[in-house]
């Protein structure tokens, strides 16, 4: 009961499984580590197919997991906006082996490792790179974060 609590799920404890929907069948399952008290836990597209809604929700729960928990969480992802707001560290795969590994700032404003492990810069990175571009300015600031890129941009404006 602890860990479907601290998931959010406790109000679930009667259900069937058949009769839940798929992000609450996440949520029973990341409690059911939980209970287990592991070091660390390792998700495969933790938000994938998921609405806005309990997307947020698992997103939350997995800074929860880092913080509340001191559980060190590995997630495999194509999704860099996510990976951007809770990353810690980012390693990049191809063909099943890392080839880049660092701070999500060193990563993710490195646009030639991004596009060789096809992906896409974060949206927060390219609406900083496409601001700073358009003003003629060249930053040693590399926001990651919403909250970061929205206090760069009121210092820069004012």
Avoid at 62 to 70: A, H, Q
Avoid at 99 to 121: C, K, S, T, V
Wanted: glycine share 6%; hydrophobic share 45%; charged share 25%.
């Amino acid at each position: 009961m602890e860990a479907l609590t601290a998931v959010g799920a406790a109000n679930l404890v009667e259900k069937l499984p058949n009769y839940l929907s798929g992000g609450q069948k996440r949520l029973v399952s990341i409690a059911g580590i939980l209970a287990m008290k592991p070091r660390i836990i390792a998700l495969d597209e933790p938000t994938s197919d998921l609405d806005p809604v309990h997307s947020a929700m698992t997103e939350d729960l997995i800074r929860g997991m880092k913080d509340r928990f001191s559980i060190s969480v590995v997630i495999a992802t194509h999704d860099l906006d996510l990976a951007a707001r809770i990353a810690d560290r980012v390693c990049l795969v191809k063909n099943g082996s890392i080839f880049a590994e660092g701070r999500p700032d060193e990563i993710f404003y490195n646009a030639a490792l991004i596009q060789e492990a096809g992906l896409r810069l974060p949206d927060t990175v390219r609406t900083w790179l496409e601001f700073c571009e358009k003003q003629g300015i060249v930053s040693a600031d590399r926001p990651i974060t919403r909250e970061h890129l929205v206090s760069l941009l009121h210092q820069t404006l004012h």
